[in-house]
């Protein structure tokens, strides 16, 4: 079993930075770990994702280079740091663990921690 706590969201201005943090607990070495996020009446997208080995890193299109995902095995804990913020980026983040065989889905989400970008 794996369990995720989010943290680390808020309100910020546009272009400002925020860094969220992912608390893992459980066996989470062999597992991707993911960022997701949902913003109101749209359906929940991808981010970014990690192999917590570090040796697999993904993003999403419209990251652009402005968020970058990393991890730290000593405290079991993946971040997202993110600059440039844009309203558009307004959303709740979800953190999410899943396998890496073939098919594995995210089946550990976060309780999500919301990041508002004003204007």
């Known amino acids: 079993q794996v369990q995720l706590v989010e943290s680390g969201g808020g309100l910020v201005q546009a272009g400002g930075s925020l860094r969220l943090s992912c608390a893992a607990s459980?066996?989470?070495?062999?597992?991707?770990m993911g960022w997701f996020r949902q913003a109101p009446g749209k359906e929940r997208e991808f981010v970014a994702a990690i192999l917590w080995s570090m040796s697999s890193i993904s993003y999403a299109d419209f990251v652009k280079g402005r968020f970058t995902i990393s991890r730290d095995s000593a405290k079991n804990t993946v971040y997202l740091q993110m600059r440039s913020l844009e309203p558009e980026d307004t959303a709740v983040y979800y953190c999410?663990?899943?396998?890496?065989?073939?098919?594995?889905?995210?089946?550990?989400w976060g309780q999500g921690t919301q990041v508002t970008v004003s204007s």
């Open positions: 459980g066996r989470t070495f062999s597992y991707v």
């Open positions: 999410a663990a899943r396998g890496v065989g073939p098919g594995s889905s995210y089946d550990y």
